[in-house]
């Protein structure tokens, strides 16, 4: 598109870097404030796997006791994929102590790979200037900066994810445009194809094994790119389609067969995940919609469907239609999740930007048709103004508020428990920032909605009986969800009986049995 208000060599170069400039800039905004602002109950998950890990190698200036604590409290977490992260925070550990931020700079830089991958990938099956919109969307609609940088294996996920895509588009490409037969050229693509569809597999696999649930855009992706150029007959004759499969099956096959049937610790995870009733369930769809608004934007994903009709190239269109189908059939599948966890809509960011391009491409070459020097100019300071608009509103959302001085309180809380799990909570993320920022265990109470469940199946968790016989023999009722505290007057009558232990902001410890 030699007309383009991007045609220029220097004002690309320029463009790229100020929009990956930006993104990363704005990613290291408030970087040390707690793990609070995203999923914490799953960052902190991978926080304490990560903490334990650290712990395994004995580092100075650690107790025992903190040590065995740290080690135990991971112990009792199951294990959802396999710690890659959680091992490259432990290994970071040992140089810089035990700083969970960092894991924002690592998220941060995993995701901002995945745009470089992003950026190829659109550029050689579309244009420059697609590649650039799509691009710019992945890297900076807000919800993808504040995902991007969470601990968990999601950004890591997405990003291989991405990669493979890239890596096997460029093996089609070596593949289906060979030099002439026994050249030098040609021996070179040759092996050059090997190569590619060898690296293409390694990535996919490691996609995989980052988090099961991405094997359906690898697959869905990979269908999409290869069925448009070839036949299902020629695949299955080609070796160098099998050896990508092979290579590609193996990480996740080898951790399956050893979590499912050696040590039995993924079974339990398997269960639960696809739930059929849900399927007839109008309410699971608008849940599912609503999440789908949250992580990738309404508006976004209708632009990207609309973008799929401009679409002139075979491949291209066939990637879509894979992509798009992988998305439907993975939302089908985890019909409870895709309801429930805005975070497992993050591989649809990719699919959406993706879609974008064409848009706008198409956008792009309507006002360079026009473009003299006053209006590339004008259109120059309208996209910098859109760029300075979106990341000072990131920014505001980000220093809205502070979770820093939360860490002090549930170190005193553990203090006053004396690190032991003595205590029934009514408490958030399940225990786990009492468990991270306490080194202290607890029992959690039920919320509101899992207290409605159990009355449906016949089961009163207020009655005097339900309530002596799940605190059991503890020593304190915490209760620091002062929200889901109010949804439960019965509760709160109830503690009103006990004297309170221990009381500061954000918390009151009741005490429920008399301490030796």
């Known amino acids: 598109m030699t007309n383009s208000i991007f045609s220029q060599r220097s004002t690309r170069v320029i463009s790229l870097l100020l929009l990956f400039g930006v993104a990363l800039t704005i990613r290291m905004y408030d970087l040390t ?8 109950t799953r960052q902190l998950l991978s926080a304490i796997k990560a903490r334990a890990l650290f712990y395994e190698t004995q580092p100075d200036g650690y107790s025992t006791k903190q040590l065995e604590t740290g080690i135990q409290q991971a112990k009792l977490k199951t294990d959802a994929e396999p710690p890659i992260f959680e091992n490259i925070m432990a290994f970071t550990y040992r140089f810089t102590g035990e700083q969970v931020w960092i894991a924002r700079i690592y998220g941060s830089i995993f995701w901002l790979a995945g745009g470089v991958f992003l950026f190829l990938l659109i550029r050689d099956l ?12 992945y890297l900076l609609f807000p919800y993808t900066v504040i995902a991007s940088r969470s601990f968990q294996p999601d950004p890591l996920m997405v990003t291989m994810t991405i990669a493979f895509w890239w890596m096997l588009s460029r093996w089609m490409t070596l593949t289906l445009n060979p030099s002439p037969s026994g050249s ?3 021996v070179l693509r040759k092996g050059a194809g090997v190569r590619a569809a060898l690296l293409a597999g390694l990535l996919g696999g490691l996609a995989i094994y980052i988090k099961f649930s991405t094997a359906f855009f690898v697959i869905g992706g990979a269908l999409g790119l290869v069925l448009s150029r070839y036949t299902l007959r020629e695949l299955f004759r ?11 099956a193996l990480p996740a096959l080898a951790y399956l067969i050893y979590g499912v049937y050696i040590t039995g610790f993924l079974g339990e995870k398997f269960s639960g995940r696809f739930i059929p009733a849900l399927l007839l369930n109008p309410f699971n769809y608008i849940q599912w919609e609503a999440k789908v608004s949250l992580a990738a934007g309404g508006i976004f994903v209708m632009l ?4 799929f009709f401009l679409v002139k190239d075979k491949t291209l269109r066939s990637f879509l239609i894979g992509l798009w189908g992988s998305y439907l059939l993975y939302g089908l599948f985890f019909d409870y999740h895709v309801a429930t966890h805005d975070y ?27 473009a003299s020097g006053w209006v590339r100019s004008a259109l120059y300071v309208i996209l910098l103004f859109g760029l300075f608009s979106i990341t000072w509103d990131i920014r505001n959302q980000m220093k809205e508020v502070d979770y820093r001085p939360e860490a002090a309180m549930w170190a005193e809380i553990g203090e006053a428990l004396g690190h032991e799990s003595s205590a029934v909570a009514l408490t958030q993320d399940y225990g786990s920032r009492l468990q991270y920022y306490g080194l202290t265990n607890c029992t959690i109470w039920p919320a509101s909605g899992d207290i409605y469940a159990a009355s449906l199946r016949g089961v009163d968790l207020m009655s005097d009986n339900s309530f002596r016989d799940f605190v059991g023999n503890k020593k304190f009722f ?16 109830r503690l ?6 221990a009381e500061g902001e954000g918390y009151i410890l009741y005490q429920i049995r008399k301490t030796q």
């Open 304 to 307: 990207g469907l609309l973008g």
């Open 184 to 186: 030098p050229t040609g």
């Open 496 to 501: 009103s009986r006990y004297k309170i232990y």
């Open 238 to 248: 080609n070796a160098q389609v099998w050896a990508m499969a092979i290579v590609g």
């Open 33 to 40: 404030d707690l793990p609070f602002d995203f999923h914490p």
């Open 344 to 370: 497992y809509h993050l591989p649809l960011i990719p699919i959406v930007a993706i879609s974008l391009s064409p848009l706008g491409d198409e956008v792009i070459a309507r006002l360079s048709e026009s």
């Open 478 to 493: 915490l209760v620091t969800d002062f929200d889901e505290l109010k949804k439960q007057p019965e509760l709160k009558d």
């Open 126 to 137: 579309l244009s420059f200037e697609g590649a650039l919109v799509g691009t710019a969307y």
